[in-house]
């Protein structure tokens, strides 16, 4: 036996590849081991990035005696849940069912069916806080299997039938109205942090989503408190510890309510969602803040998260080399203490550096280190320039010491996401650098990822295309991203691939009969159940995704296929925004826009012109936008539709009815607010 790992494209599944596990990648071929060695199967799910991931390797997985304990009574998978969404979906599912909470790393044993009847997260290498240890896990688990087969049978013959009998059910026949959007609003607004922005308490996500729909929300019914939770939600957390305020970027979430000490990973598609949702910010007030926000954290993804092949990275690692001490651990990367501030900036600087960014002598971390953030409640009053230079320097001390690990593995979906936002912030702020990194990505999606069935392959690394299908959220963010794209640069390509992608969602990922969605195409692999969550949690669902791209593809060229399924998948959205809507804020978004029309906007005569730019500017909810010359035969929104007076002219409709062409941009705007 041997660690078959070696040959993976996950960093994750290479990090264990020298372990003395002998790990299996997920495999009809580990189950076929397991059955012939009448062995159960240890299932473990993780990613690269996750903290207590990284812990139990170290505890378990790299000691030679439970190593042997593992080889000798169990099978060993190990999945990377960013490669194998569906994997973790389905068991993520059973885990929380049976234990009401989960996370990763994720440990489930199963038979060699795959059905499974044990579940935990991390289990200590030591009994503690009234856990087991794992030798005792993997001791009973054993015991049980030997002494009581019958009876594990059972058990995970009923988990199966429960998981089965959990369908979703929905009236597919009505998207939200104005009454239900109104509840959502309301859920939010009682689940609102007044005193630190946000929703709910400790742990605090950043909402990314739910801040999309109150932009579009006020946008369409002028709901003053609406705008209030975006603004101040956005403020608190740039102005936060959750916020590189040397580097730029989010990181994954913060411990406490108040934003000051993140988890210190920070993921492509956090990054993504909230460089959009900054820009957009700034679209709808104008707010200075916001526009840097967007611009840093477009920045920080193309400096920091681009591969060579012109994608972006995953995830940047929590845990770092402590150059004091050459151990792992969390946060060394970005914490300072006031000496260390001092030894870089000298007394005077360093006084001015702990003030402004709210060092202090006791810490806000661990060992008096403390996150660096902007708590004051004004913009700091300093010498701006001595300020940057301040920041400038200490960016460039931290780059001496030992970088967080990356995660080079592209994901096909939160490419997506990038490239729509660094679309859009490029054509907002003028950085055509920003729309080259987006169209570079999505030029590497369509090369790499995409077959010439226009099917996508979920991961590539280093240039090589993972052997994982795509899943519904690969097809519907792509999309997504090639739709900003051809808003953007006026390139008809661009839409005729998210066409291609978002056929694939109506014929492999919908219900014909209900017009639910499922993760999984019809022809993927089949597991103990065919994972289905419309929730949005860190990034957009599948389903609300797919809803957003086949709604704006529908706009952009009339088709009436991808509309019809787009108002039946907001179904779902009736049903959870008004009673979870921090949870279905995505979807929130996209019932926003469907409730708007959304407006189409079609420019003849320009790209990244004053009047292109002006309909990239509209905050009507989910506006498309297509531009190009007169005559031209791209984008179907600019046929039949000529200058005027010789000039270029902008065409908004909504609902079948057009309003006359402009050709001033103030008009214009006056027409997408």
Same mark, same amino acid.
């Given at each position: 036996?041997?660690?078959?790992?070696?040959?993976?494209? @996950?960093?994750?599944?290479?990090?264990?590849?020298?372990?003395?596990?002998?790990?299996?990648?997920?495999?009809?071929?580990?189950?076929?081991?397991?059955?012939?060695?009448?062995?159960?199967?240890?299932?473990?799910?993780?990613?690269?990035?996750?903290?207590?991931?990284?812990?139990?390797?170290?505890?378990?997985?790299?000691?030679?005696?439970?190593?042997?304990?593992?080889?000798?009574?169990?099978?060993?998978?190990?999945?990377?849940?960013?490669?194998?969404?569906?994997?973790?979906?389905?068991?993520?599912?059973?885990?929380?069912?049976?234990?009401?909470?989960?996370?990763?790393? $994720?440990?489930?044993?199963?038979?060699?069916?795959?059905?499974?009847?044990?579940?935990?997260?991390?289990?200590?290498?030591?009994?503690?806080?009234?856990?087991?240890?794992?030798?005792?896990?993997?001791?009973?688990?054993?015991?049980?299997?030997?002494?009581?087969?019958?009876?594990?049978?059972?058990?995970?013959?009923?988990?199966?039938?429960?998981?089965?009998?959990?369908?979703?059910?929905?009236?597919?026949?009505?998207?939200?109205?104005?009454?239900?959007?109104?509840?959502?609003?309301?859920?939010?607004?009682?689940?609102?942090?007044?005193?630190?922005?946000?929703?709910?308490?400790?742990?605090?996500?950043?909402? @990314?989503?739910?801040?999309?729909?109150?932009?579009?929300?006020?946008?369409?019914?002028?709901?003053?408190?609406?705008?209030?939770?975006?603004?101040?939600?956005?403020?608190?957390?740039?102005?936060?510890?959750?916020?590189?305020?040397?580097?730029?970027?989010?990181?994954?979430?913060?411990?406490?309510?108040?934003?000051?000490?993140?988890?210190?990973?920070?993921?492509?598609?956090?990054?993504?969602?909230?460089?959009?949702?900054?820009?957009?910010?700034?679209?709808?007030?104008?707010?200075?803040?916001?526009?840097?926000?967007?611009?840093?954290?477009?920045?920080? $993804?193309?400096?920091?998260?681009?591969?060579?092949?012109?994608?972006?990275?995953?995830?940047?690692?929590?845990?770092?080399?402590?150059?004091?001490?050459?151990?792992?651990?969390?946060?060394?990367?970005?914490?300072?203490?006031?000496?260390?501030?001092?030894?870089?900036?000298?007394?005077?600087?360093?006084?001015?550096? $702990?003030?402004?960014?709210?060092?202090?002598?006791?810490?806000?971390?661990?060992?008096?280190?403390?996150?660096?953030?902007?708590?004051?409640?004004?913009?700091?009053?300093?010498?701006?320039?001595?300020?940057?230079?301040?920041?400038?320097?200490?960016?460039?001390?931290?780059?001496?010491?030992?970088?967080?690990?990356?995660?080079?593995?592209?994901?096909?979906?939160?490419?997506?996401?990038?490239?729509?936002?660094?679309?859009?912030?490029?054509?907002?702020?003028?950085?055509?650098?920003?729309?080259?990194?987006?169209?570079?990505?999505?030029?590497?999606?369509?090369?790499?990822? $995409?077959?010439?069935?226009?099917?996508?392959?979920?991961? @590539?690394?280093?240039?090589?295309?993972?052997?994982?299908?795509?899943?519904?959220?690969?097809?519907?963010?792509?999309?997504?991203?090639?739709?900003?794209?051809?808003?953007?640069?006026?390139?008809?390509?661009?839409?005729?691939?998210?066409?291609?992608?978002?056929?694939?969602?109506?014929?492999?990922?919908?219900?014909?009969? @209900?017009?639910?969605?499922?993760?999984?195409?019809?022809?993927?692999?089949?597991?103990?159940?065919?994972?289905?969550?419309?929730?949005?949690?860190?990034?957009?669902?599948?389903?609300?995704?797919?809803?957003?791209?086949?709604?704006?593809?529908?706009?952009?060229?009339? &088709?009436?296929?991808?509309?019809?399924?787009?108002?039946?998948?907001?179904?779902?959205?009736?049903?959870?925004?008004?009673?979870?809507?921090?949870?279905?804020?995505?979807?929130?978004?996209?019932?926003?826009?469907?409730?708007?029309?959304?407006?189409?906007?079609?420019?003849?005569?320009?790209?990244?012109?004053?009047?292109?730019?002006?309909?990239?500017?509209?905050?009507?909810?989910?506006?498309?936008?297509? &531009?190009?010359?007169?005559?031209?035969?791209?984008?179907?929104?600019?046929?039949?539709?000529?200058?005027?007076?010789?000039?270029?002219?902008?065409?908004?409709?909504?609902?079948?009815?057009?309003? &006359?062409?402009?050709?001033?941009?103030?008009?214009?705007?006056?027409?997408?607010?």
């Amino acid at each position: 036996m041997a660690n078959r790992l070696a040959h993976e494209t @996950s960093p994750y599944l290479l990090q264990h590849a020298d372990n003395p596990v002998d790990w299996w990648p997920w495999s009809a071929e580990a189950f076929d081991a397991a059955r012939e060695r009448g062995v159960p199967v240890l299932l473990s799910v993780g990613y690269s990035s996750c903290h207590w991931c990284h812990v139990m390797a170290h505890e378990s997985f790299e000691d030679a005696a439970t190593a042997a304990l593992m080889n000798e009574k169990f099978v060993n998978i190990k999945v990377d849940r960013e490669e194998r969404p569906d994997v973790d979906a389905v068991y993520m599912e059973a885990v929380q069912a049976a234990t009401g909470q989960g996370g990763w790393p $994720m440990t489930v044993f199963l038979t060699a069916d795959a059905e499974p009847f044990y579940f935990g997260t991390y289990f200590p290498p030591e009994p503690r806080h009234g856990m087991p240890s794992f030798a005792q896990v993997l001791d009973g688990v054993h015991r049980a299997w030997t002494d009581r087969r019958g009876e594990v049978a059972e058990v995970a013959g009923k988990i199966v039938r429960d998981l089965g009998e959990r369908q979703l059910t929905h009236n597919t026949d009505e998207r939200p109205g104005e009454d239900e959007l109104a509840q959502a609003l309301l859920g939010l607004t009682r689940d609102y942090d007044a005193a630190h922005g946000g929703f709910g308490g400790a742990p605090k996500f950043p909402p @990314s989503m739910a801040v999309e729909f109150l932009l579009r929300h006020y946008a369409r019914t002028g709901a003053e408190g609406a705008l209030q939770m975006a603004a101040d939600t956005c403020e608190r957390m740039a102005r936060g510890g959750i916020y590189d305020q040397l580097g730029g970027g989010f990181a994954r979430y913060s411990v406490d309510r108040e934003w000051t000490v993140p988890h210190f990973e920070k993921m492509l598609y956090d990054n993504a969602l909230l460089c959009r949702a900054y820009a957009h910010l700034w679209r709808a007030t104008g707010s200075d803040l916001a526009r840097r926000v967007a611009l840093e954290t477009a920045d920080f $993804m193309v400096r920091e998260l681009r591969t060579n092949e012109g994608g972006f990275a995953s995830a940047l690692d929590a845990d770092s080399e402590d150059p004091a001490t050459g151990e792992h651990v969390e946060g060394a990367y970005y914490v300072w203490t006031p000496q260390q501030l001092r030894e870089v900036l000298g007394e005077d600087d360093a006084e001015l550096a $702990m003030d402004c960014f709210g060092v202090t002598e006791e810490g806000t971390f661990e060992k008096g280190a403390s996150v660096l953030r902007l708590p004051g409640s004004e913009a700091p009053t300093a010498d701006a320039a001595r300020l940057s230079a301040i920041r400038e320097r200490l960016l460039a001390a931290r780059a001496e010491r030992p970088a967080p690990g990356r995660d080079d593995k592209v994901v096909a979906a939160w490419n997506g996401l990038a490239v729509a936002a660094l679309a859009e912030v490029g054509a907002y702020f003028d950085r055509p650098d920003l729309i080259a990194a987006a169209v570079g990505a999505g030029d590497l999606l369509v090369r790499l990822h $995409m077959d010439e069935r226009a099917r996508l392959a979920r991961t @590539s690394k280093d240039g090589r295309a993972g052997a994982n299908a795509g899943v519904l959220e690969d097809y519907a963010d792509v999309a997504e991203g090639f739709l900003a794209l051809a808003s953007v640069t006026g390139e008809g390509v661009w839409l005729e691939f998210a066409g291609f992608l978002l056929d694939h969602v109506l014929a492999q990922f919908v219900d014909a009969q @209900s017009g639910a969605l499922y993760d999984t195409a019809t022809d993927a692999e089949r597991l103990i159940r065919r994972p289905q969550d419309p929730t949005d949690n860190a990034a957009p669902s599948g389903w609300t995704a797919a809803a957003g791209a086949l709604l704006s593809y529908a706009a952009q060229t009339g &088709a009436a296929p991808h509309r019809t399924a787009a108002e039946r998948a907001l179904g779902i959205v009736k049903a959870l925004g008004p009673r979870v809507p921090r949870f279905i804020g995505h979807g929130l978004a996209v019932a926003e826009a469907a409730l708007d029309g959304p407006r189409e906007v079609a420019v003849v005569g320009e790209v990244l012109g004053d009047l292109h730019r002006t309909a990239l500017l509209g905050t009507a909810p989910g506006a498309v936008v297509a &531009a190009g010359p007169e005559g031209g035969d791209e984008l179907p929104l600019l046929a039949d539709r000529p200058l005027v007076e010789g000039r270029p002219a902008a065409y908004v409709c909504r609902n079948f009815v057009c309003d &006359a062409p402009t050709t001033d941009p103030a008009v214009l705007a006056g027409l997408l607010s």
